[in-house]
Structures are given as structure tokens and as C-alpha cells.
DNA sequence: GCAAAAGTGTTGGCAATACACCCATGC
DNA sequence: GCATGGGTGTATTGCCAACACTTTTGC
């Protein structure tokens, strides 16, 4: 990333964003029987922190969470849900931006834009891994995929918002459908328990989980199968879309 | 309200808040069978409104909104959930803002703070309606509690954020125990029941609810009934705080 | 004694759990 | 042919919904 580039980013911020206002982005994605989600480095720090971004005086959140992450993997209409606002006065510490406009060699104002108090929303992000192009923005270096259960000390208090996150996601579980956003348009029955298993960190039983989600309805069985796989081939699902988006909008289940 | 404060409100604002940022609070109160929200009538303009107000520079949302709550209503450590931020860009059209002041007989420049455009952050307050001390703010001449269904048209995105709450509502009732900020500390079945079947819209079966609601353990039945009513006298219940608590941190029951 | 509200109990059906057997494939 | 993973079936349990009878109180 150039220097110029990341020179422009916060000399132009102050009239291009609202102030005070972020975007923080908790992406999952699900690869190889495991949660993942994308984390970028940070230049001129040795941390890594949740993919995010501003807000520009004509957008919604959602349409700056979604330009956000855009950019940051490729993807047009990403599944984005709003979760939370991070508002803690002290969430993002002022010593740490000195230091790294410091690190970036850069002279800074007591009011720069960019030392201002920021309140952050969270959205979560649910996306396909496999067509997922991490790229990094103007303040990061890299842009990597994590394991969830690898990720370490991030920046700010992004530990914190991808608790959240994974809280919240656990929870939707309960009353609605996922793996539409997660999982190829093909898929198969162990593939989907290992995507629920993963998110609630719990085997499940087998023959009872597909009873459970066949109940939903939102699921059709394809008449191929996997092929070139070990051992006896699964059949293929496809996720009824119509039934899936009506499961999402009413609710699977009420306990009252 | 004097027009002083007004004044002073408006010419107050540019510096005592962040800007482009509100909070907008959904009081729920509980009185004669029915569901309560706490509404406001705004000065200069035929509507009634939902209470809200502006963030400090060195506040949280939940600090903000509390302080907004505790001037409305006169009560402390109120239930408050913070649940959606609104953003629409055009969620609260300027046309009614130069209305309001216009018909404020003030001047307004262009780029007047109160005309900038307002994400606002959604809380919902559950609070017991007879401590309530309903209290008007400056923008408002009137504060009064309205039953649910006979809410009309409200400033702004008002009504949308009103749905949002109730919507909120309804589904944290599978997954929270709810009754102890909106019921006073001692209180019979029936009347949690009815608490119940208000904010589902549905009546239940009584047997059935009693068995459900007790089984959860959150209730101490008391050895005292109701006394002076009609009919056979009802056991008044309380909750268990500490187990109250704990449902509510851990919820209620899960599908997965 | 009658109406209205509240306390308590029973039953049938469905759904969640736990568990077992058979089938296909690679080595 | 055996280990591994996938497809399918069943029996038991427990919970939920529907429903009835009894008790208390005011009039």
C-alpha cells in the first residue's frame, strides 16, 4: 500500500465521512469444517483488528458496511445484519492512533479528525469463503481469513465486538435458517451439521439433525450426489430459497 | 415550557452534543390490561413523538438515553435495551424541521445544527407505569402515556421505530423472562398473564401459561392473596430476583 | 344460589432424544 | 474385508396443548 494513498485517506476523511461515526464488520466465513473470520493487519501496528469503515454524509449504515466490504472482499449483496453500537467513551484509546500516526511518520493535530471519539457500529457478515478476495484497505498491511478460535488480542475493543458477534449469531440460530450465505449453492448433510456444530462448538447428533432441519422445509434434496468423495457419497441440498427467505422474515419457531 | 429554554436548547446544541446523532426511547408501561407507550407532543407542530434526545461528547448511548429517560420520567436505573439504529438519510425530513422552526419564530441558517441529518440509535425502556413521572422536555409542550394500538402517526420514523421495538419485544419473549421493570413487585397470575397476552396480541390458556411461566423459576409464590377483590382472591407472586437475573443473562431455552 | 374468576389435575399426541442397523467406498 | 462415513428406522421420554372440575367470593 502506498504512501501517498494512506496520506490522502486522513487528509480527506474530515469532510468525506461523519465524524464520531464507524462501521466495524464481523465477516464469517466457513472453510475446511471451520468458522473463520476475516481480520486485517494494521500498518504501523503489530495488531489486527475487524475490517471496517466511515460513513458518508449520504449513506445509510448498511450501504456504508456493504461499500465497506466491497472493497475489502469483492462481493456485491452480502448478508449484513446490524447487531450493536459500540459507544464506550474510552472503546478506542487515543494513545494507540497517536502511535500509529506516529508510526506512519505522520505530524497530527489535538483535533485531528482522526483522534476524535468514535462510536462504532457492528454488523456481521455471512458470506461463501470460496469466493471471498480478501483485500486490505489504506490502513492495513494484510488481510487474512482467522480461525475463530486462533484469533488473539485485537485492536481497540474488536475482541469484544467479535464476541458480540458470535453471541448474537448463536442466538439468531434459534429462531432463524442459516447456511445460505455460508455455504456453497451445493451442499451436503454432514456439511451443514459441521457449519451448525462449528457455530455452537458442540457435536450434534446425526439422525436427529437432519430430521430437525428437514422439519423446516426450506431445504431440497438434489437427485446427485458428491462425487469423488471417500466412503459412501452424500446426497446434494440446495436451500429452497423462497421458503428460506419466508423461515428468515417469520421466524422458525415461537416458544409462546 | 418558556421559550427561553428552547432558545437555549437550539443555540446550546452545536457544542454540548455529538453531532448527526440521537437517541429515541420506546417506554413500555403496563396499566389496566394494557400495553402503554410514553409519547410526546412537539411544540410548534401537530405531532406526537417518541422521547429522545442527543449524546455528550463524553458519554455511552446507554448513559445518554438514561439521562433522557430520567428527566421524561423522573426514575433511575431504568431496563433499557438499545436495539437498532436508524439511518435512513432521509429518515427525518428537513421540510418538518424548518416548519418547526419557523413556526418557532426562529431565524435558521442552512447549515443550521438541528437541520443536519440524524442517525438515531433505538432504545426500549420497560418500566412499572406507576412510578412514572411523565415530564415534557424543551422541543415538547406534552408528555402522556398512549395505549399501543391507538398510536397514530408520529413524527418522522417514529411509528417505524415504535414497530421495531414491539417487534423486539415480542421475539426477546422467547428467550427472556420479561414482568419484573413493568409490574410492581407484588402481583397476581392473571395479571402477569395478562402482561403476556398484551404483548403478543393472543390470549393464552391460563393453565397452561401458569404451569410454563412457573416451570422457568423465576416466581416465589407469597403466602398472601389480593385482598378486597371480586371473585375468588388470586396468590400474589414475586420474582426471584437472582434467578431472574440469571434467565436473563443465560435465556430461557434453546432450540439447538 | 348463581355468576365470575381462580386454583388444580388429566390425557392424548407430537416432538426430541437416544440408539442400531444397513449401505457404499477406498485402501 | 475392514474401517469409515453416510443413509434410514424405531422406541422411549417428556413436553405441550386441549380440556373439566372444584373452590372462593360478591351480589
Redesign the pocket.
Known amino acids: 500500500m502506498k504512501y501517498e494513498e494512506l496520506d490522502q485517506f486522513i487528509k480527506n476523511s474530515n469532510y468525506q465521512y461523519l465524524p464520531h461515526l464507524s462501521v466495524d464488520c464481523v465477516v464469517f466465513g466457513f472453510h475446511e469444517n471451520q468458522l473463520k473470520v476475516l481480520l486485517m493487519k494494521m500498518k504501523h501496528a503489530d495488531k489486527w483488528g475487524l475490517p471496517g469503515g466511515f460513513v458518508k454524509p449520504e449513506e445509510s449504515l448498511e450501504t456504508a458496511a456493504g461499500r465497506v466490504l466491497q472493497e475489502r472482499t469483492g462481493l456485491d449483496n452480502i448478508f449484513l445484519q446490524q447487531f450493536h453500537v459500540f459507544s464506550d467513551p474510552d472503546r478506542s484509546d487515543t494513545a494507540t492512533k497517536v502511535d500509529f500516526l506516529k508510526n506512519a511518520g505522520k505530524a497530527f493535530l489535538k483535533d485531528d479528525w482522526f483522534l476524535q471519539r468514535f462510536l462504532s457500529v457492528g454488523f456481521y457478515a455471512l458470506v461463501d469463503f470460496s469466493t471471498v478476495n480478501p483485500t486490505p484497505d489504506p490502513l492495513s498491511e494484510a488481510c487474512a481469513w482467522l480461525e475463530i478460535s486462533e484469533v488473539k488480542s485485537l485492536i481497540f475493543d474488536h475482541n469484544h465486538i467479535l464476541n458480540k458477534a458470535l453471541e448474537v449469531l448463536r442466538l439468531q440460530l434459534n429462531y432463524q435458517p442459516i447456511g445460505y450465505n455460508l455455504l456453497p449453492d451445493k451442499f451436503?448433510?454432514?456439511e451443514l451439521q459441521k457449519l451448525y456444530e462449528t457455530i455452537l462448538n458442540r457435536p450434534l447428533?446425526?439422525?436427529?439433525f437432519?430430521?430437525?432441519i428437514l422439519?423446516y422445509g426450506i431445504l431440497r434434496q438434489l437427485k446427485e450426489?458428491r462425487k469423488?468423495?471417500?466412503?459412501?457419497?452424500?446426497?446434494l441440498y440446495s436451500f429452497d430459497l423462497r421458503k428460506y427467505q419466508k423461515a428468515l422474515k417469520e421466524g422458525l419457531?415461537d416458544?409462546w
Do not use: E, F, W
Open positions: 451436503t448433510m454432514p447428533d446425526r439422525r436427529n437432519q430430521r430437525k422439519s450426489k469423488g468423495v471417500a466412503h459412501k457419497a452424500p446426497y419457531q416458544v
